[in-house]
């Protein structure tokens, strides 16, 4: 009688001490095989929002400033920075692919092939990751009777990245995938506030794969540094501080188009109007504080600046300082 077939099951390869380096690339392509999800897997399942829920948390709005908010409107204003928060993530999503497609291609006959196929899946990953938001801020403008402008996503902005030096963006792409991975931990997994099921799944998804990359990022930034001398690391540093200032201006005109999104709505109303440059203001240390401090100030990110140079670290912090200057 013949034997029954056996079902084909994926087994990794061992850990072969010939591929080095290769192998750490190698192993989180595992990883991110054995834990990743499908849109497939998301669409299947309901997706609907609950707009009687916030979104994200608001630590950085004062009490006394809270108490004199209209209910309505705290509400509303918590989903818009969610919706802008998933379209700031596009944002950061978009300077990675190009940053990848522009580092694979440069390296397709000389990199080792366990290499590529970690990086490509990073890049499919990423571009995953943006259909998931965009389908998200499409059926958000939909259903909550708000239109939110935001940041534009063109070509000319990835010409402007890519003029940087490589390792000033990976700098930059590491702070962007620090920031997802710090802003599910503090504003969903570790909430006392009950959100909205849905928007915190999303968020959930997205973490589970961002931990991953976050390793995968440091990984090229030990490799991408190894050429360097000390001059171009100190301008690398610049870079990423150039294209975080960029961000925190794209951040001041977010908090614009909120309050815009807002009154569009006819969520605006006398007393809220008088407090229009105080609510402003609140938007702005919020997303200083969530996309930029915290994550400046996160050991994580910091242990990547101690490996760069001497003159690395103090030069985070001092641009630490000027973002609390201005914040404040």
């Not at 030990?222 to 540093?237: F, G, M, N, S």
Request: proline share 5%.
């Amino acid at each position: 009688m013949p034997a029954a077939p056996t079902s084909l099951r994926f087994r990794p390869l061992t850990v072969n001490p010939e591929l080095g380096r290769d192998q750490d690339y190698l192993r989180l392509y595992y990883k991110s095989i054995r834990s990743g999800w499908s849109l497939e897997e998301l669409q299947s399942q309901e997706m609907a929002f609950d707009f009687g829920l916030p979104f994200m948390p608001d630590a950085v709005t004062p009490d006394d400033v809270k108490t004199r908010l209209d209910p309505e409107l705290r509400l509303k204003l918590s989903q818009v920075r969610g919706n802008e928060y998933l379209s700031i993530i596009i944002f950061i999503e978009d300077v990675i692919v190009d940053f990848l497609w522009n580092y694979v291609g440069r390296r397709r006959y000389t990199a080792a092939h366990e290499t590529q196929q970690a990086l490509t899946n990073f890049i499919s990953e990423e571009m995953k990751h943006t259909l998931l938001f965009q389908s998200f801020r499409q059926k958000f403008d939909r259903d909550s009777g708000l239109t939110c402008r935001t940041i534009e996503r063109t070509p000319a902005f990835s010409r402007f990245v890519l003029r940087f030096d490589p390792l000033g963006v990976l700098l930059f792409i590491l702070h962007g995938e620090v920031m997802t991975y710090i802003n599910y931990v503090n504003s969903v997994q570790h909430c006392p506030e009950k959100l909205d099921p849905f928007f915190a799944q999303l968020l959930k998804y997205h973490w589970i794969e961002e931990a991953g990359h976050v390793t995968l990022d440091e990984l090229l930034l030990d490799d991408l540094l190894k050429p360097y001398d000390e001059t171009r690391i100190l301008k690398a540093i610049r870079d990423y501080f150039t294209l975080v200032d960029f961000l925190y201006g794209a951040m001041k005109q977010i908090s614009h188009f909120d309050l815009r999104a807002l009154a569009a709505g006819g969520m605006t109303r006398e007393p809220v109007m008088d407090m229009r440059r105080e609510l402003l203001e609140h938007q702005r240390r919020f997303y200083v504080q969530s996309y930029l401090l915290d994550v400046m100030e996160s050991p994580r990110f910091r242990k990547s600046f101690v490996g760069l140079s001497e003159r690395a670290l103090p030069m985070l912090d001092d641009k630490i300082a000027f973002l609390r200057s201005v914040a404040s």
